[in-house]
C-alpha cells in the first residue's frame, strides 16, 4: 500500500524566515502534486512535478522532486503571512495502477506571524 | 464552466436519511474522482469515472455508498442511510483523462449528519 508522510504536520514561523515541508512516499512514481488549501476552501494546485530532479518555482515556494529517494519538498523563502494555509503532497500512481489515483500525504499547516 | 462546480455547498441530513452530492466537471474532462476529507482520515480517494464507467471503485467505504456518471458529464455521488462517520467534505475532481494529467477540484460539499 502507497504512503505518503508529510513533515512537520504543523508549522509555525515569522515572516521573513526559510523553511522546508518534506514529502516522502513508499513506491515508485515519477509524478507528485503540490496543492494548497485555505480555510473552508478548495485545493489549489501549486506544482506538477513531473520526473527526476524536477525543480519549480512560483514566487516564495519552490517544489523539488527526488525519485530515487522518493522525496519531494517544497521550500518556502522569506515567509509572508499571505503563504499561511494547509499545504499537500499527493502521489501519483498511474505508473502502478494504470489509472490516476492520488494519494495525499496528512498535510502541513503552516501558520507565519508577523 | 470554468470550473468544477459542485452542489450543495453545504448539506446537513438526520441520520439514516440518504443523500445526494452532485459534481459537474471541467467541459471535456473525460475523467472524474471523488475523494473525501475527514479530520481522522484525511484526504481518500473515493472513486474514479473514465467516461461513464468506474474502472475504480476501491475507496467506496461500504455498500452505502454509490456513484453514477451519466453522458460523460455531470457525476451523482448517493450516500443511503447516512451514519455520523460520513460527515466530511466531498470533493470532486476533473482531469482531461486518466492517468498523468493534472487534476482541478471543486469547492467540495461539506456534509453533516446529525
Known amino acids: 500500500e502507497l504512503k505518503v508522510e508529510q513533515n512537520p504536520l504543523f508549522l509555525s514561523m515569522q515572516e521573513g524566515k526559510n523553511y522546508t515541508i518534506y514529502c516522502n512516499y513508499s513506491?515508485?512514481?515519477?509524478?507528485l502534486y503540490w496543492y494548497r488549501q485555505d480555510p473552508g476552501k478548495s485545493l489549489e494546485s501549486l506544482f506538477v512535478l513531473l520526473s527526476n530532479g524536477a525543480v519549480k518555482q512560483e514566487g516564495r515556494l519552490m517544489a523539488s522532486l527526488d525519485t530515487k529517494a522518493r522525496l519531494s519538498t517544497l521550500h518556502i523563502t522569506a515567509a509572508v503571512h499571505d503563504l499561511s494555509a494547509t499545504y499537500f503532497c499527493a502521489v501519483d500512481t498511474s505508473i502502478i495502477q494504470g489509472a490516476q489515483k492520488l494519494v495525499f500525504g496528512q498535510g502541513t499547516r503552516l501558520t507565519i506571524n508577523p | 464552466g470554468a470550473g468544477v462546480s459542485q452542489s450543495p455547498s453545504n448539506k446537513v441530513t438526520e441520520k439514516g436519511k440518504d443523500v445526494e452530492l452532485r459534481c459537474d466537471p471541467i467541459?471535456?474532462?473525460?475523467?472524474l474522482y471523488w475523494y473525501r476529507q475527514s479530520l481522522g482520515q484525511g484526504l481518500e480517494f473515493l472513486i474514479y469515472?473514465?467516461?461513464?464507467?468506474?474502472?475504480?471503485k476501491s475507496g467506496l467505504p461500504s455498500d452505502r455508498f454509490s456513484a453514477e456518471r451519466t453522458g460523460g458529464s455531470v457525476s451523482t455521488l448517493t450516500i443511503q442511510r447516512t451514519q455520523q462517520e460520513d460527515s466530511a467534505v466531498y470533493l470532486c475532481a476533473s482531469s482531461l483523462r486518466t492517468g498523468r494529467t493534472e487534476a482541478f477540484f471543486g469547492q467540495g460539499t461539506r456534509l453533516t449528519v446529525v
Open positions: 467541459s471535456g474532462h473525460t475523467a
Open positions: 469515472f473514465q467516461g461513464n464507467s468506474a474502472p475504480d
Open positions: 513506491t515508485t512514481s515519477d509524478r
